[in-house]
């Protein structure tokens, strides 16, 4: 755990001592405003108010963020138009993508449509950033000649389960994250050792996975019980992450039989797939 710091405060003063430049990677899930229980806090606020506090710690995550620096920011539909409207036009930030987190669980609504995703808005410094494309490829769907058979780009619609009430590594935490789908951001946007910086971190998803993937990180949380459940995580031992893309157990279509056979004994090498069926990488935000 030495690679990871744990600050207990209020993200908006603690931002502030953070030196200018030096955070490689800022992957923030500030609460939504839509009123629920952390703990300690309410996340209840006007609108104005709501905005406010953003632009505030929006800012001070910009000054912070280095020249080839990423920040990646979930938000609910309510306000991720207003979000990226502080970081475009007001902070001058350079848009990159709009992602969409899809997942199969959730409240349910007997009219309208039933919410199945979020949003996660990825903005950068400057031009020169870090994207490391290699270490995040999924597998192609089909033999080509022409394709990359090292992988294709995942694109910006991402599927990752919710971690259920009912996964053993559910901690006690109304937002909590997949695993999987921060390490798709920490894989992609910074090196081994670099700073990766988490604003909001609750559950620790971010630090625990900063910890398996070394790098250093730096963390903040409001609420102490929120703290002591991530300090407690961290020391948890790793077996695999909580979550999967589940493209990343597909062979592609019309492979070569040989190539096919050989594609099978890497994955089942990772760990990817199991014996006669995917196996779940079972071991958060």
């Known amino acids: 755990m030495n690679n990871i710091e744990i600050r207990t405060g209020d993200a908006l003063d603690l931002l502030k001592v953070i030196q200018s430049g030096t955070i490689d990677l800022i992957i923030a899930d500030p609460p939504y405003n839509l009123g629920k229980n952390y703990g300690n806090n309410h996340d209840i606020k006007g609108f104005r108010e709501y905005l406010q506090f953003s632009e505030s710690w929006l800012k001070e995550s910009c000054r912070i963020l280095s020249p080839h620096g990423t920040i990646y920011v979930f938000m609910g539909f309510r306000f991720i138009s207003y979000l990226y409207d502080i970081l475009d036009q007001k902070l001058g930030m350079y848009f990159n993508s709009w992602i969409t987190w899809h997942y199969t669980q959730g409240m349910?609504?007997?009219?309208?449509?039933?919410?199945?995703?979020?949003?996660?808005?990825?903005?950068?410094?400057?031009?020169?950033?870090?994207?490391?494309?290699?270490?995040?490829?999924?597998?192609?769907?089909?033999?080509?000649?022409?394709?990359?058979?090292?992988?294709?780009?995942?694109?910006?619609?991402?599927?990752?389960?919710?971690?259920?009430?009912?996964n053993p590594e559910r901690e006690e935490h109304p937002t909590q994250k997949p695993e999987a789908l921060v390490a798709r951001m920490v894989l992609a946007s910074s090196d081994e050792g670099d700073l990766v910086f988490d604003p909001f971190f609750g559950s620790g998803t971010t630090l625990r996975v900063c910890q398996i993937l070394n790098r250093r990180c730096i963390g903040i949380e409001l609420n102490p019980a929120y703290v002591e459940l991530a300090q407690k995580r961290l020391k948890k031992p790793f077996e695999g992450f909580d979550s999967n893309d589940p493209r990343m157990e597909r062979i592609p279509c019309d492979l070569p039989q040989k190539s096919q056979e050989v594609a099978k004994q890497i994955l089942l090498f990772e760990g990817q797939v199991g014996y006669g069926s995917p196996t779940n990488h079972s071991s958060g935000q």
């Not at 808005?121 to 020169?128: A, I, R």
């Open 108 to 166: 349910g609504k007997t009219k309208g449509f039933s919410p199945r995703h979020d949003d996660i808005l990825m903005f950068t410094k400057s031009e020169n950033f870090k994207f490391k494309l290699d270490a995040v490829r999924i597998p192609q769907k089909y033999y080509r000649k022409r394709n990359n058979m090292a992988g294709a780009n995942p694109g910006d619609v991402w599927s990752f389960s919710h971690v259920h009430y009912s």
